[in-house]
């Protein structure tokens, strides 16, 4: 069973949280991209609004309140149980998601042949693996789980409900939708994954090892599988 880790406690992260209602900005950046009109959804640079405004509201956020790093589960002692148990769910989540889009997903009639055409795959694979692929685990943990989730969660929201919020709005981001198309679904239960271990944890560092080890997984098997 995963437990939070003893941790330090500063007088800094008794004091009550600032700016946990900075986290509507990107839900509303998303509500606002899918009522916009169709072409312009299409332009590239808008479907990266919601992000933007997340890693906006997530500076404002760090600098009123104090140890953000340790708000967000970013501190060094967390850095053993992150690799432990970060290492195997990311190995467990990509065999498993390796198998619905090798398998399931063409059972469904789905191609996933369309993989060979997104800007990762156009990548140099010794960037891509394993750094580009940690970084982009870094960044998008620290929007939708340790920012998103954890503010959600400061407003009062139940595990119950801010879970599944945050997976909803990680799979419906819309670079991820229209870069990944119908495989956007696999970052639902990803999400719901990681942001229950999160919440069980509160390490940072377990969902960032799990979404990169993940990635990693399927990234080299599908760039095998698709030549």
Same mark, same amino acid.
């Given at each position: 069973?995963?437990?939070? =880790?003893? @941790?330090?406690?500063?007088? @800094?992260?008794?004091?009550? =949280?600032?700016?946990?209602?900075?986290? $509507? /900005?990107?839900?509303?950046?998303?509500?606002?991209?899918?009522?916009?009109?169709? =072409?312009?959804? %299409?332009?590239?640079?808008?479907?990266?609004?919601?992000?933007?405004?997340?890693?906006?509201?997530?500076?404002?956020? &760090?600098?009123? *309140?104090?140890?953000?790093?340790?708000?967000?589960?970013?501190? %060094?002692?967390?850095?053993?149980?992150?690799?432990?148990?970060?290492?195997?769910?990311?190995?467990?989540?990509?065999?498993? *998601?390796?198998? !619905?889009?090798?398998? +399931?997903?063409?059972?469904?009639?789905?191609?996933?042949?369309?993989?060979?055409?997104?800007?990762? @795959?156009?990548?140099?694979?010794?960037?891509?693996?394993?750094?580009?692929?940690?970084?982009?685990?870094?960044?998008? =943990?620290?929007?939708?789980?340790?920012? /998103?989730?954890?503010?959600?969660?400061?407003?009062?929201?139940?595990?119950?409900?801010?879970?599944?919020?945050?997976?909803?709005?990680?799979?419906?981001?819309?670079? /991820?939708?229209?870069?990944?198309?119908? +495989?956007?679904?696999?970052? #639902?239960?990803?999400?719901?994954?990681?942001?229950?271990?999160?919440?069980? &944890?509160?390490?940072?560092?377990?969902?960032? !090892?799990?979404? @990169?080890?993940? !990635?990693? /997984? $399927?990234?080299? #098997?599908?760039?095998? #599988? $698709?030549?």
């Amino acid at each position: 069973m995963i437990r939070s =880790e003893e @941790a330090p406690v500063t007088s @800094a992260t008794q004091t009550i =949280e600032r700016g946990a209602a900075l986290a $509507l /900005l990107p839900i509303t950046a998303t509500l606002l991209y899918y009522a916009s009109p169709r =072409e312009l959804r %299409q332009h590239t640079l808008y479907q990266f609004l919601p992000q933007v405004c997340a890693y906006v509201a997530l500076g404002i956020w &760090s600098r009123i *309140n104090g140890a953000p790093a340790q708000r967000l589960g970013l501190i %060094q002692v967390l850095i053993p149980q992150g690799l432990r148990w970060g290492i195997a769910t990311g190995l467990a989540l990509g065999a498993i *998601n390796l198998l !619905v889009i090798l398998y +399931l997903m063409p059972w469904l009639g789905a191609d996933y042949r369309f993989l060979a055409d997104t800007p990762h @795959a156009k990548i140099p694979l010794l960037i891509m693996v394993p750094w580009f692929i940690f970084f982009i685990a870094t960044m998008v =943990e620290l929007n939708f789980r340790g920012f /998103l989730l954890g503010r959600l969660l400061a407003l009062g929201l139940p595990g119950s409900i801010a879970v599944p919020l945050s997976a909803l709005l990680f799979a419906f981001d819309p670079f /991820l939708v229209t870069t990944f198309q119908q +495989l956007h679904w696999i970052a #639902v239960w990803d999400g719901l994954v990681w942001g229950s271990l999160w919440v069980a &944890s509160r390490n940072l560092y377990l969902t960032i !090892v799990a979404h @990169a080890v993940e !990635v990693i /997984l $399927l990234y080299t #098997v599908m760039r095998v #599988v $698709l030549g």
